[in-house]
């Protein structure tokens, strides 16, 4: 049985503030939650791990400063962490799109490279970092996306609505 929004928060899975503002799309995030157990029981996995696919919903929604939106989940096993554009602080070479964030930051604003990928000090400041595809299976990017959307509005709309 998919967990309730309410659940989420008492698991430590999202900030409580979160499932109230989520409430609209709870039959999704539910309808997600029983998706990926299916997918376990039959032996098909998915990234990231469980425990970090609602991730970008973990800061306070009052600490939202910024949303920046993603796609997909990076689709190597050990990469995604639930925030768009992150990996783990291991993962080497860095993806070509957080390498390309790295690389503007440097040219427009002066801002060093950091030496690895893992931003959560930015989801720490306030910036919530949010894929508009929650799951890839690993190895196959775009892959059987599990998406939240609602009457034509994705969860990202419902996101910055909630911002």
Not at 19 to 47: C, D, K, N, Q, S
């Amino acid at each position: 049985m998919a967990m309730s929004l309410p659940q989420l928060a008492s698991a430590g899975l999202i900030d409580a503030a979160w499932a109230e503002a989520l409430e609209p799309v709870a039959p999704e995030i539910a309808a997600l939650g029983e998706r990926l157990r299916i997918e376990t029981a039959e032996g098909r996995g998915y990234l990231p791990a469980g425990d970090r696919v609602l991730r970008a919903f973990s800061r306070p929604l009052a600490a939202v400063k910024v949303l920046i939106v993603g796609q997909d989940p990076y689709p190597t096993p050990g990469h995604p962490i639930g925030l768009s554009f992150a990996v783990d602080a291991h993962v080497r070479p860095l993806p070509r799109s957080l390498s390309n964030i790295y690389q503007e930051l440097e040219s427009d604003l002066g801002v060093p490279r950091a030496a690895h990928g893992d931003l959560s000090a930015w989801s720490d400041q306030g910036v919530m970092l949010l894929n508009r595809v929650l799951t890839v299976a690993p190895g196959a990017p775009a892959s059987r996306p599990h998406r939240i959307a609602t009457s034509g509005s994705s969860l990202a709309t419902r996101v910055r609505i909630a911002c």
